[in-house]
């Protein structure tokens, strides 16, 4: 039995849709794994550090069945293979019906109307016809790939940038972290959001931290506190600190410039908990308090598949 030319192109669609949607959803499981087993190691690092052991061959097993655990809970060879395979019989018959749909429109537009008889006004109303229905369509596909896209980027922080000073004592400020290194590197979670509050007098700085962690299918909404040193206040500018057992981080909030920045590196490396605790990477970082909400439409135009980007590419996005 010959393929004809549709049913061809049909089975190439289908291949590339079914290692596509594996590959893309056995990744997304693989991402959320190591994000688990991750969180599982800094909790067990972070219990060492308290009663001061530096033996972490334990959190290494823990991360790893951490990671086995999720994957085995998951059922994530079946979610792979329900997902790449599962949706192959509606797209062909989906197909189907929208082939012989064309057909019947186009047998139909011959039979109905006599293009070459038409005047000049009658073709321009049936091609504005035409056209609002593409249009229509393609309105509809970006809305439903858009849909998708919330899953992977599901919110936006917020878009203020702020440094708001209350007499002299006390500063507020808040914004969304980004490095600005420029060598690929991210946040650990872009998604979040930061209130900073220095009180001059207590010498310290208190930030609060809202975060979406990993990705779907395993994003969750998470929460920080931490407490920075005062080093100076000047009329002109904060400076404070986080000086941990591995690492200094620096953060400077301008005020004629109203920009808050942070640097940072490692330190101690040579010790066991160091070399463990931090993921090989830049010995150094430079970051700098953002708006939020360029932040996620970054993510967002990341994570559009390649169909949204063509039909955004008209409209300049």
């Known amino acids: 039995m010959r393929l004809s030319k549709w049913q061809i192109l049909g089975i190439a669609v289908s291949v590339v849709w079914a290692v596509g949607a594996w590959r893309h959803e056995h990744n997304a499981n693989i991402d959320a794994a190591n994000f688990f087993g991750s969180l599982t190691y800094k909790n067990c690092t972070n219990e060492k550090l308290l009663a001061h ?11 790893g069945q951490s990671i086995s655990q999720w994957l085995k809970d998951g059922n994530s060879a079946v979610d792979e293979a329900l997902i790449a395979l599962g949706p192959v019989p509606f797209f062909w018959l989906a197909g189907f019906i929208l082939l012989y749909f064309v057909r019947a429109q186009i047998a139909g537009f011959r039979a109905v109307i006599s293009w070459s008889s038409l005047s000049l ?22 809305a439903v790939l858009n849909l998708y896209v919330d899953t992977i980027v599901p919110v936006s922080p917020s878009s203020f940038v702020d440094i708001i000073p209350t007499g002299s004592d006390f500063v507020t400020v808040e914004g969304t972290w980004v490095r600005t290194d420029l060598t690929n590197d991210s946040i650990l979670n872009p998604l979040q959001f930061s209130l900073i509050e220095c009180r001059r007098q207590e010498g310290r700085c208190v930030e609060a931290t809202a975060f979406v962690a990993g990705s779907a299918p395993g994003a969750a909404l998470g929460a ?5 040193d005062i080093k100076s206040w000047t009329p002109n500018a904060i400076v404070f600190a986080d000086e941990d057992m591995c690492s200094t981080d620096i953060y400077t909030v301008d005020f004629n ?14 010790t066991t908990f160091c070399k463990m605790k931090f993921i090989k990477g830049k010995e150094t970082w430079t970051l700098l308090l953002s708006n939020g909400f360029n932040v996620y439409w970054e993510l967002r135009k ?8 063509l039909l955004q590419t008209f409209f300049g996005n």
Not at 53 to 63: V, W, Y
Not at 259 to 265: D, I, L, Q
């Open 257 to 270: 410039t109203k920009v808050v920045s942070g640097a940072g590196h490692l330190t101690n490396q040579e």
């Open 53 to 63: 052991n530096s033996d972490l061959s334990t959190c290494e097993i823990k991360r």
């Open 302 to 309: 990341k994570a559009r598949p390649l169909p949204l980007r």
């Open 224 to 228: 920080e506190l931490h407490t920075f």
């Open 121 to 142: 006004l009658k073709k321009a109303v049936v091609v504005a016809c035409a056209f609002v229905s593409l249009a229509t369509l393609a309105f509809g596909a970006v």
